[in-house]
């Protein structure tokens, strides 16, 4: 269940319809869950792709604005450089874990050279998107078992319905504050004048220690004894946040880095070891990869109007609530080595 479901209400931003990052308009997102034993003893394979897909169309030839946000760099990611230098998205979003960046992007390669015949002909190459989370402490990591083609599948079953969350896609083998963690998302709708917009985070969360978790902030008669697992590495956690809002690359980041205040809300301090990243996009503006004239016309928001900090607001509700909501969502799963990861007894304390 989400963590609305167990009383639990974060912010004073409406949510959207379905409380998902697929709230912002013809936002779509798609996985490959991998879960089988492997040969050798007790190897388990608990990985998987996670695709977030900006809009229905070829991104490739219709890009939208964006940009990224490192707040910690311990991270293995793919073409953030060249987004925050043009400011546009022109690949699906791909998540995973850190050994398969590789194979995601060359699947999502594949994917996009097999739509497009002009891509490396008769124009440029593509710049892909890959984030990734260490999953190996339930997960097989150094098997490899992610194939291009998951990644393939992963775009391929994109949908704009409600995001299935926890342990699944990208988010199957993480850890969250020592329970189980993964695949999280929440909206935001803010409005002004006559206009409303929508903000939309989905995370990939695999961070943090029992002790750092703020949980007792959710419900304060909490006394919980469940064992958590305690990892040698800090984590890492990949936010993607997606708006309709008409802004501008250099307004996105400034929207992407109020994501990290609800990230921290949490209880994160961004440690020495984590990958604390964050991608965001604006689907307002569809930007040609050709076009005839000199210039183009794109409306923004006014930076000084209220509505900014409306929007700033709504990156750091919908983040930290996208964080619960991988917990909420996630199940007890038991992996490589006979390793189990709880999940967390919202239950427990629900009606308190």
Request: hydrophobic fraction near 40%; aromatic fraction near 6%; charged fraction near 20%.
């Amino acid at each position: 269940m989400k963590i609305r479901e167990y009383g639990v209400a974060i912010g004073q931003l409406p949510t959207g319809e379905k409380n998902d990052i697929t709230d912002v308009p013809d936002v779509r997102v798609g996985h490959v869950t991998i879960q089988r034993e492997l040969e050798g003893d007790q190897e388990y394979a608990c990985t998987g792709v996670t695709a977030i897909v900006p809009h229905g169309g070829s991104l490739f030839r219709e890009k939208v604005t964006a940009a990224s946000y490192v707040i910690n760099g311990f991270g293995k990611t793919t073409g953030l450089v060249q987004v925050n230098e043009l400011g546009v998205l022109e690949s699906p979003i791909m998540l995973t874990n850190t050994f398969s960046v590789p194979a995601v992007t060359q699947g999502t390669l594949e994917y996009m050279l097999a739509g497009h015949e002009e891509i490396g002909d008769t124009t440029g190459t593509i710049n892909l998107v890959v984030g990734e989370c260490n999953d190996s402490s339930l997960n097989s990591i150094r098997r490899c078992v992610v194939q291009p083609q998951d990644a393939i599948e992963a775009i391929q079953k994109a949908t704009n319905g409600p995001v299935e969350e926890g342990a699944v896609g990208a988010g199957t083998g993480m850890v969250t504050f020592g329970y189980k963690g993964g695949i999280g998302s929440s909206s935001r709708i803010v409005s002004a004048a006559d206009a409303s917009y929508t903000v939309g985070v989905l995370v990939l969360s695999n961070f943090g220690s029992k002790h750092e978790f703020l949980v007792d902030k959710l419900f304060p008669a909490l006394e919980n004894s469940l064992p958590a697992v305690e990892k040698p590495t800090d984590g890492s956690i990949i936010m993607v946040l997606a708006t309709d809002a008409p802004l501008s690359d250099r307004q996105l980041l400034r929207v992407a880095k109020r994501a990290g205040i609800g990230l921290g809300r949490t209880g994160s301090h961004f440690g020495h070891g984590s990958g604390d990243i964050v991608i965001a996009f604006s689907t307002a503006h569809k930007i040609p990869h050709k076009a005839e004239g000199i210039a183009e016309t794109r409306t923004q928001l006014r930076e000084d109007h209220a509505v900014m900090n409306q929007l700033f607001a709504a990156a750091a509700e919908a983040t930290e609530e996208a964080i619960y909501n991988s917990l909420s969502q996630a199940k007890t799963t038991t992996g490589r080595k006979g390793n189990t990861v709880y999940a967390f007894p919202f239950e427990r304390f629900s009606s308190q």
